[in-house]
């Protein structure tokens, strides 16, 4: 038969067993930590029909979808996890609850071009909380706090979450007299940290603003300081725009509430830096970064925004929300180095190993094994012993336990750490509690060590 | 603004937060018992080259494949979990460890008829062991007994796994003069459920067999009994061909293993009615039915194949798997209103209510709680008092935490549990126990009642 070279479509994440063992984990650290919190997980298809998906039309990720035609369907797959997010709250509404507080991870597609690190297929992972016509602010510091947990269980300590609010950029574009064009500066703002200041400066000339203008739009980038100073600092302008005026009294309760959240001062910072592309975004934003690793950008972005599903409802939906990019951010940490190859990777904690023909024993000791929540395969393979035990270590298994005539009839079993060399012979109560806990233990750390 | 009518497209299921919640549950038993079993969570693109996807081509598949152009590339979504699993095995073959156990939970897409109960984006939970040249009988046993555990822990008991073997059927058309077309035949033989055996044999006549060896056929897939009698009655041919006979001891092999495994008499028969369609499978083939539900036809389905990759590489890897068509699973007990509803199903254990503007100690009770592992929401929009507790009760979260001045003195919580009415004054640490052994037990059922 001639064979097809077997291969996977470049841009797309595929993980071998061990890897993939380590992204489970922190997918069940997500999962974890957001119930923890009160959401609500949620699952959308990943196809919508176009004129759904692309309702609000234009912009860079419009190019990059993978549109096409089914039958005389015109169909796309998911950008993201905020449109059909915005699509089910609006179709569901009258069944929903406000506040809808909502997880989801899942995959989504862009026709990047490929590129190192660039994927075309990765994971999101999102939480959201929807409001019915308001919504308070102190949801806007339990999101990024969310973060700061689930971050620390991943075994992160070197990150900052770095929070901002657009009502205070765009105030104070309007004290300059340029309330009609904030939502272009900001853009231009934006890529103050890819391109610096004097390029930022030159940018915003060119769009028509004087160098006055422009000079004081980077004087209020460039304050920085505790969150406490930049926010006296920003005090100065208090009373001269109302829209200023109401984004720093946000960001001071924002900030004031991380606190309370638990979030330390050394993993969050208020940077005037942060004005976030997208319009849709209306008061606080975030961007998350890896101290040692600048250069990656932010790994878990969101904000507040006034309005989730305008292109389907009149309702009016306020929100915040945060997503994290989970395939991406394995990539970098796994390129790192830094996912904790100490952890238990293997698909099983024991392997049994029936020395004799009969394999009811096996069979029955696998089946109480497993009832202790012990992770068990029965090796029934006919190999040498040291195939069989090569198995074992390679695929990382840590117990070994062999099953021969004479533990059959002194009903016990030999039980070999390939770790430590160490062997013991046991009853099966024992057994199972020798390998459970010891398995727990090997579980046990972070999936990520810093350096 | 001009709304576009958010919907969703028909064939694709998307569920509302609580039977969502069910559906999580069911997920969760499927991940936990593979792993229990030792199988290895996988992960692989939903889209593929459509040269590897369609390597085997023809068939009824191919028609139903959603494939397109992304710029010059011809890529399809994935209509099974086999394929990319033949290709990831194929390509990274000497990257594992065989026998290589890998369970996947993952979408697949299929064009099929929009139908009530039909759908195009739906869950397979596979589970498949891949040798390497050779595997072991006894992980044809060990595959249809987690099946049985699985189904037991959903809270199904009404379901019986039927097992046969098409080398039984292929050495016994062989006795018949008919090796060459034992292919055709099953595929005939196959519908014997849908159609009946007036049908079957009429269609067996019109393929050019006689009379006389399609009773012969019918005759034999009219046996039954219990597995013992069905395997007694069937060692009147053997030694007449050695494809039967070689069938007939992996039968009563697989059939003695599955007690072993503890799967009970009344969860398992031998069906030699049973084909399966597929060419690929060359011994051991399942199907599982509820008993009650005979209609919807098997729910999951599998067997023994000889060469998973064949399309991609001369090694030879013989497997043994088995997939739960979730999606449609979830639907048909739902329908027939099977959930139980009684099970906790709201994104929270409890919520809290500060009733006073202070909200620090609202957070840093939630904290706490959170940290105890109890599902915590504060409620801090501004209604009213009746509508907060509305709130609660339509989301179904159970337990409500008054947080008023004199709570917040006297340092203690007023806990109310909606379920019952009872009210409490308790300290933080009680609290935390009561909510969470309270959830605990509400979310202790299974997740199917059969009525």
Redesign the interface.
């Known amino acids: 038969?001639e064979?097809?070279?077997?291969?996977?479509?470049s841009g797309?994440?595929?993980?071998?067993?061990a890897p993939?063992?380590q992204?489970?984990r922190m997918m069940q650290i997500l999962r974890e930590t957001y119930?923890?919190?009160?959401?609500?997980?949620?699952?959308?298809?990943?196809?919508?029909?176009s004129?759904?998906l692309l309702?609000k039309g234009g912009g860079e990720t419009e190019k990059q979808v993978?549109r096409?035609?089914?039958?005389d369907?015109d169909?796309a797959l998911r950008f993201d996890l905020t449109v059909p997010l915005?699509?089910?709250v609006?179709?569901?509404a009258n069944?929903?609850?406000?506040?809808f507080?909502?997880y989801q991870i899942g995959?989504v597609?862009r026709?990047e071009r490929a590129q190192r690190g660039r994927f075309r297929?990765f994971y999101q992972a999102d939480i959201d909380i929807i409001?019915d016509g308001?919504?308070?602010i102190?949801?806007e510091a339990?999101i990024p706090s969310i973060i700061y947990r689930i971050f620390r269980r991943f075994g992160l300590k070197r990150f900052v979450i770095r929070v901002n609010n657009r009502k205070i950029l765009s105030g104070f574009y309007a004290m300059l007299g340029l309330a009609a064009r904030a939502g272009d500066i900001m853009r231009v703002v934006d890529k103050l940290d890819k391109i610096g200041a004097q390029k930022v400066r030159a940018a915003l000339c060119e769009d028509g603003l004087s160098p006055a203008q422009a000079e004081e739009i980077l004087k209020l980038t460039a304050i920085s300081g505790s969150p406490a100073a930049v926010l006296r600092e920003l005090e100065q302008w208090r009373g001269r725009d109302e829209l200023f005026d109401l984004g720093l009294s946000e960001l001071a309760a924002v900030t004031q509430?991380l606190s309370?959240?638990?979030v330390p001062q050394e993993n969050f910072a208020v940077d005037l830096t942060i004005a976030r592309g997208l319009d849709y975004y209306t008061g606080t934003v975030y961007e998350t970064t890896l101290l040692d690793y600048p250069e990656i950008g932010s790994v878990c972005s969101g904000g507040r925004y006034d309005n989730l599903?305008?292109?389907?409802?009149?309702r009016q939906l306020p929100g915040v929300g945060i997503s994290i990019g989970l395939t991406r951010l394995f990539y970098v940490l796994s390129e790192q180095g830094l996912l904790n190859s100490e952890l238990l990777c293997a698909?099983?904690d024991c392997l049994i190993l029936p020395m004799t023909k009969e394999?009811?024993s096996a069979?029955?000791l696998a089946?109480a094994l497993?009832e202790a929540?012990?992770?068990?395969?029965?090796y029934?393979?006919?190999k040498k012993f040291k195939a069989k035990i090569t198995?074992a270590d390679?695929?990382g298994i840590p117990y070994v336990i062999f099953l021969g005539e004479d533990e059959l009839t002194q009903n016990v079993c030999t039980v070999k750490n390939l770790r430590t060399g160490e062997q013991l012979r046991l009853s099966q109560e024992e057994t199972a509690i020798l390998i459970r806990d010891g398995a727990a233990q090997m579980s046990a750390g972070a999936v990520i060590l810093e350096k």
């Open positions: 038969m064979k097809r070279k077997p291969r996977t479509l797309f994440m595929e993980l071998l067993p993939q063992a992204m489970e119930e923890l919190y009160g959401f609500s997980p949620l699952d959308t298809p990943l196809i919508e029909a004129d759904v309702a993978y096409f035609l089914k039958g369907t169909i915005a699509k089910y609006a179709l569901h069944d929903l609850c406000f506040p507080r909502r995959k597609y026709g297929e409001g308001k919504l308070g102190i949801n339990e509430h309370a959240f638990g599903a305008e292109y389907y409802t009149d698909p099983a394999y009811e069979i029955a089946t497993r929540g012990v992770r068990t395969q029965i029934a393979e006919e198995y390679r695929v």
